[in-house]
């Protein structure tokens, strides 16, 4: 081999690698992933700046529904609340075939690379992918981050166009995955050989979330594709933007696939994969007991320390897929999951309108529709969850309580952001199984955080032993100040729904 063949053969090989290791100019969202420094909020832009006029809580034809450009306007909103980076649910086309909602779920994409029309201001002179492109940059301006929802299943409107992309089964039918009605399964393939036809789709999608200038992924039930299909798809991205982010819907608590013909890869296997995070199960919190709350923080902390690669997770404690906290037990457990958000290890993660205590209770759901733009004739929702199905008001409660929680709860974490996650978490004893305590142990202050579960009954005076060094001064960040504290031992009672926070200096 010549000297110009040899000169030429490591010049490509030294472009390729700049190329893997290329990062897009200000994408810095998977280091403050793996860092738990993103503060995620979950938004639908179909409904994320609506205007009802009429107040009827549905948008009706001649009113605006979301879209990129409206969206805008609340982007200040976010901002000043503390949140720094946005999952948008789906963007991409929906299915209007055997629907689910006037407007068809979000999550029953119709297409990999074009953007629905749904969310499209018809009044702009801008092209689709520019409407978004703009709603991305003022993103942006603000040093807010975003990550696009990809979803997991087909529409039937495009397993009728591209039938080979779908699984049948041996009477050569499309897989409805449990009670997913309006999608179908998608055919993967395996690790053993992947199906090409649907990577190159996931491409295409990849593609055009990095033309859009998003930071990154959410994979909508990640566990149901191979593990071999993550790992090439994340390469790609990575090849291309080696900060773009890739978030797992997946938690430690999902144990078997929606159906029998669909794969079924753990959340353990997915961070292999190269997934960034996933879900942790804190959606469970409803139901957990004092000591639950205790392991699952531990369970989460030594799991993802034992990768070799930095790992993290989401505090799924409110999602789209989750009963509204308010509905299960009132304010005071929105509260509660304000703090828990502020002062836990992991990537604090909200839906729209938890922020002020939407219920999501829509007067209208599931009668019969006025008017639809699928062949469903009624407004299909999933009571008290976030509406992804039809033309509906903006997420917005009327809690000022949690609200204000919020905002003093995410400026408490940004203040406190070395001693939150990298302090030593250290439980203390309680004899009451619905009292949480635990001590989170900087160099020079630490943090006291106790709970009470029960939201119902509030505690008689409760004694936990700190055996801290000394203490020179502590303060009641959160919480009633009906507090006795030294370097031995802590004294208070707590409120049913109550969470007190002491900062300790010494």
Sequence with gaps: MNFCKKTTIVL????????????????????????????????????????????????????????????????????????????LLPITPVGKLKALGTAGSVYAIAGFDEINEQLID????????????????????????????????????????????????NKNISIVPTDWT??????????????EDLMNEHKKFVDMVIELGANGIRADVATIKPSNFWIELIKYARSKDSEFMFLAEASDSWREPPSQYAEFTPYDKLLEAGFDGYYGSFFNLKDWNAQDLIEHIKFNKRILSSFTDKKSAIMSFTTHDELSPVLIHGENFSVMIAWLEAVLPFNPYIIDGFQTGD??????????AENTQTDDETYFVHRGQLDIFNFSRKPQGKSKIILENLKKAYKF???????????????????????????????????????????????EKMIFKTNLNKITKFDIIHGDDNIKLSHKKLNTSLKAGEVKIIKVKG
């Design 12 to 87: 490509a090989f030294a472009l390729l690698s700049v190329n893997i290791c290329f990062a897009r100019e200000g994408n810095d969202l998977r280091t403050l992933f793996l860092n738990n420094q993103a503060r995620i909020c979950g938004i639908n832009i179909r409904n994320f700046n609506s205007k009802d006029l009429n107040g009827n809580e549905i948008i009706d034809q001649n009113e605006e529904s979301g879209n990129f450009i409206n969206a805008i306007e609340r982007l200040d909103e976010l901002k000043e609340l503390g949140i720094n980076t946005l999952h």
């Design 122 to 169: 018809r009044s702009s002179d801008l092209p689709p992918k520019e409407q978004a492109k703009k709603f991305i940059d003022e993103c942006h301006k603000r040093n807010i981050r975003v990550i696009i929802d990809l979803p997991s299943c087909g529409s039937y409107d495009l397993y009728l166009k591209r039938p080979e992309l779908f699984i049948k089964d």
């Design 182 to 195: 309006d999608v179908r399964l998608l055919n993967t393939g395996n690790n053993t050989k992947l199906n």
């Design 359 to 368: 219920d999501y209770i829509y007067p209208w759901a599931n009668a019969k």
């Design 413 to 459: 974490r940004i203040d406190n952001e070395e001693l939150i996650t990298n302090g030593e978490i250290i439980p203390l004893k309680t004899k009451n199984e619905k009292v949480f305590a635990f001590i989170i142990n900087g160099e020079t202050e630490k943090l006291i955080v106790i709970g009470n579960l029960d939201f119902q009954n509030s505690t």
